[in-house]
């Protein structure tokens, strides 16, 4: 039933009889209609005309906040509705004395919980970048938690609504949007592997749900940028070490994570290369040192060494870090938007070493994603050449960090 402004009223309530299910005709799309003697009791409709009755209950003794789950008895034709409503009493009872009909049959038809399905995901492809599988575990832990238990046929499409809108809320779209993509990524092996399970987040988006739309910051000209940025980030303070790895973001582009991670036996300041293994896209990552590259290295390397040994371990240590390396540098983004007069952001200095690469100096597109680790096209013609060496990125490497020198002390 429908009101005028087209929302949905109440559920349907007959007495289930054969004559009354006999009557019940098909729409284009499932309906149920309940039992008005026994709550829960109800025979699903489908657009095919088939009809099949099921249990509705809350698990874990009910309550708002339980899941809804459930439990189909059988087909109206090979079941009536006599025995189907006595199999009924029988499953809410279970429920009752606090039991879960719906975990049970998972378990017998061995249906994983989620838990184990994350693990099979990730171990299915071994080759993602540890940042990668860090991210999707602390999205387990923090978004998914209370899931993590469950049968995946616990989950249903209204979970996955009710969670998507309590995350754009409480998180944030991006949040929200990251953490429901990698909930259909994890359902699609089990979907292949057993017969009748249903990926949630796809009935979700098939029943009307949407994605967020990616929103990009759109960043002033670099021009204009780099001159208050540099002034933000010598007037705030900080120790010298987060200075050195925003100035390795501003000469180079290079993801944070990727700076914070780097240690001295990947820094050839002799062959002026640098070697990065933690990317983001998996592939290791060759780039040529700069000057500018090697007068910060140069700086660290007076700082973590002594006149008779060599510089070994992280690049950019922090005593205050379980990994040994720098990782907050983030905390200071705030205080060199304030100085700056302008927002700061680190991926910002990505953006920003990209626009000074292509539309300023109009460099190819496939060196310059060469040069920032960007994940390669399909396009073959691309791929091709995006093999640039070390020694072909040298020159066109140095170009851009003088432009982006150049621009900074210009304002």
Known sequence: METSKGKRTAK???????????GLEPTAKPWIAWDNKLTGFGVRIQPSGTKSFLVNYRANGG???AANKRVVIG???????DQARRQAQALLGRVAAGGDPANERARARGLPTLQAAFE???EANPGRAPVTVKIYRQNLRVYLSDWVNRSLDGISRKDVEARFNHLTEKRGWSTANQTMSMLRSIFRRPCVDHEGLKNPVE???AGGGKFHRKRRRRISASGEVLPRWRRGIE????P???RDVLWVGVYTGMRLGEITSLRWERVDLKRRILRVDETKTGEVLELPITQ???????RRCADCADAENPPSGWVFPSRMSKSGHLLDVQRFHAGIGRAAGTKFWFHGLRNSFISVAERELLLPRSLTKRLVNHARSDDVTEGYAADWTVEQLRGPAQQVADRIEALMHAG
Do not use: S
């Open 75 to 81: 087909r109206f034709g090979r079941i009536t509705p």
């Open 292 to 298: 500018q590259l090697a007068a910060i290295f140069e």
């Open 240 to 242: 010298a070490v987060a």
């Open 203 to 205: 009935l979700w988006l």
């Open 235 to 238: 007037a705030v303070r900080m």
């Open 63 to 65: 309550g708002r906040n």
């Open 120 to 122: 099979e995901y990730l």
């Open 12 to 22: 349907v309530r007959l007495t289930l009889t054969k004559r009354c299910v006999d």
